[in-house]
């Protein structure tokens, strides 16, 4: 069996308009787009900029949620590269803290 390499990318930092950590082309060559928020996303993060340079589309783009919840699908064996822009949605925050917390609580 060959060696095969996956890659995760979490970009964070770009929440305004006019910030960019990736170029457009290392987010259209992702095999799995993951966003808290696609039209966050897509308007103001790192999706963006993919986006207004046509190398990503906002139908190929799943949210967490959709993941999570059985919607979407996920990484799978021939996901290469995934990358997740996060925008820091507070509701989907403040749920993540608790289920850490409960964990946490629990052990």
Do not use: F
Request: hydrophobic letters at 45%; charged letters at 20%.
């Amino acid at each position: 069996m060959p060696w095969v390499r996956h890659s995760s990318i979490t970009a964070v930092g770009a929440d305004a308009p006019g910030k960019q950590e990736l170029d457009p082309d290392t987010v259209a060559r992702a095999d799995l787009l993951c966003a808290d928020s696609i039209a966050h996303c897509v308007d103001y993060d790192e999706m963006s900029h993919a986006a207004a340079a046509g190398r990503v589309d906002r139908e190929n783009i799943a949210e967490t949620g959709q993941i999570l919840s059985g919607a979407a699908s996920g990484r799978t064996s021939d996901t290469r590269i995934n990358l997740a822009d996060l925008t820091g949605i507070a509701a989907q925050d403040i749920a993540i803290a608790n289920v850490v917390l409960a964990a946490h609580h629990a052990v």
